[in-house]
């Protein structure tokens, strides 16, 4: 798997939102998968996410910036994100990671860390981050 260096700025949603959705729409159509990585499940009203992103052979990961830890630009941009892969009627999964995982994994991911995250993530429900399901909107 070819996984792309880790894409955005740590803690800065606008800018990390941005080049994730300009590598996603160079990327063109076809199928993928997002993965949330989150540090923590039980308080998502403060929640911080990263993203991972697969389709083929292909990965990217996002330094964490989504998220309502992140002010009203970070949870404004992970309710985008989620949208917008649910338009393209993409799967959302989430992966939580303890906090110090989470920042050794995404500061050097590769094919086999990618490989865990994917392994260890489960469905997740779109509404949970300001998105609705593609089958409501």
């Known amino acids: 798997m070819n996984v792309h260096d880790p894409l ?3 803690g800065a949603p606008l800018e990390t939102h941005r080049e994730l959705m300009a590598l996603l729409a160079a990327q063109g ?12 499940q039980a308080e998502r009203d403060a929640a911080r996410y ?10 990217v990961v996002t330094v964490p910036a989504y998220g309502p830890a992140y002010g009203p630009a970070g949870a404004k941009a992970l309710a985008e994100l989620v949208a917008w892969t649910q338009a393209r009627g993409w799967p959302v999964r989430e992966t939580v990671l303890n906090p110090s ?9 590769d094919a086999e860390e990618v490989a865990r995250l994917t392994a260890a993530s489960n469905p997740s429900d779109p509404r949970l981050y300001g998105a609705r399901p593609q089958s409501e909107a």
């Open 50 to 59: 990263a993203a991972l992103v697969t389709w083929g052979d292909e990965a």
């Open 8 to 10: 955005g700025l740590p």
């Open 29 to 40: 159509e076809g199928p993928a998968t997002l993965y949330l990585i989150s540090d923590g």
């Open 101 to 109: 995982d989470l920042v050794r994994v995404l500061a050097e991911p």
